[in-house]
């Protein structure tokens, strides 16, 4: 589950994607996703439809969403 803005960033960072790639690949504006990682620790506030849309594009190049407890990601498999 793709809780908090740095748990959003962190996951583009394991697969060096860049926020204009993400929104791309997401179906959203460059802006949601800006303002989405702004959120740092604090819970995503977006709307659920966009918050999983980025989730999913991220979940297809590689990333698992942990949350035992506390936020995390890992990669899944290698991207592409």
Known sequence: MLKTGNQLK????LIDMSQGELAKRAGVNINTVVFMEKRGTEDIS???DKVQA???ALEEAGIE????GQPGVRLSKKPG
């Open 65 to 68: 969403f942990l949350n035992h």
């Open 54 to 56: 980025v989730r999913q």
């Open 10 to 13: 962190a996951a583009r960072a």
């Open 46 to 48: 977006s709307a659920a």
